[in-house]
């Protein structure tokens, strides 16, 4: 583990902030859609969490849930500029590019924090290399909580925002917009193929099984470090035993 020094911090609601750090070099090169762990320091307690931040970039960015009586975030959410931090040194993961086989257009689809991993994606120019046109829907539960949009209205991508608890012009689970037809309707995309389209699943352990449960029910293969597919996939969190969501 490194420690890494805290350059700034954006708060975006009770339950999410964001933070930036310094990279130091010992700190191994990562490809976009990699974790590496978390620590304040001062204890044994570590969590994963994506990078935000593209792989070019001189400094690390994380997006972080704030759960009040949650080992790490309870103490992390009240970090400051120029606080130190662990930063693991290894980033690791499989929500990578090159597990997925070539294709047309990216879909980045996300729910909470689980946009994460994505904002390193459509911020690492390589991303544009391969596809022709790529898609981030980012499904949350009130409009506050659509955090980097204005970010995102900037990078060269179709972003789709979805809200489940408030009214918005596109409401409700993506998932339920994606089984309706809604979404494509919506870009003026045609439905997903096998063919053209590389789906990214970042979201709750819940959310993750039920796209996977539909794409591999339509023939999508789930791509891995040794035989890329159509769909990969990352947890946003890990679900305690007898926790619903
Ligand atoms: C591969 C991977 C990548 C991750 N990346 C991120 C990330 O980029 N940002 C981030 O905030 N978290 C991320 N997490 C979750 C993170 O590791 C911690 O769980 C989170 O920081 C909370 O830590 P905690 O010790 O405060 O509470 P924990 O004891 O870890 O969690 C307590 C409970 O809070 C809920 N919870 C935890 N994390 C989340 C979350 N992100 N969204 C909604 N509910 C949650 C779960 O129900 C969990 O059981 C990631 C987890 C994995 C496995």
């Given at each position: 583990?490194?420690?890494?020094?805290?350059?700034?911090?954006?708060?975006?609601?009770?339950?999410?902030?964001?933070?930036?750090?310094?990279?130091?070099?010992?700190?191994?090169?990562?490809?976009?859609?990699?974790f590496t762990m978390i620590g304040m320091g001062d204890n044994d307690v570590l969590r994963a969490y994506s990078i935000a931040s593209a792989p070019s970039e001189p400094h690390l960015e994380f997006f972080s849930i704030k759960v009040q009586d949650g080992p790490l975030t309870s103490r992390l959410q009240h970090i400051r500029e120029g606080d130190q931090i662990e930063v693991g040194d290894r980033p690791a993961g499989t929500l990578i590019l090159d597990n997925l086989l070539p294709g047309k257009r990216l879909w980045c689809i996300a729910t909470g924090t689980g946009l994460a991993p994505f904002l390193s994606i459509v911020r690492d120019p390589a991303t544009f290399e391969r596809f022709e046109e790529v898609i981030l829907t980012h499904t949350v539960r009130t409009v506050q909580e659509l955090a980097f949009a204005e970010m995102l209205a900037t990078c060269p991508i179709r972003y789709y925002p979805t809200v489940t608890r408030e009214s918005f012009h596109t409401q409700g689970r993506i998932t339920e917009r994606l089984a309706s037809g809604a979404v494509f309707e919506d870009l003026s995309l045609p439905p997903w193929s096998v063919v053209d389209d590389r789906i990214m699943i970042c979201g709750s352990p819940a959310f993750n099984n039920e796209l996977r449960n539909d794409l591999q029910s339509r023939e999508f293969k789930h791509g891995t470090n040794r035989a890329p597919g159509h769909f990969v996939q990352e947890r946003a969190f890990v679900m305690q035993r007898g926790e619903q969501d």
């Open positions: 583990m490194n420690l890494e020094t805290v350059v700034s911090v954006r708060h975006y609601s009770d339950d999410l902030f964001s933070f930036q750090t310094t990279r130091s070099e010992d700190i191994r090169p990562f490809k976009a859609g990699q």
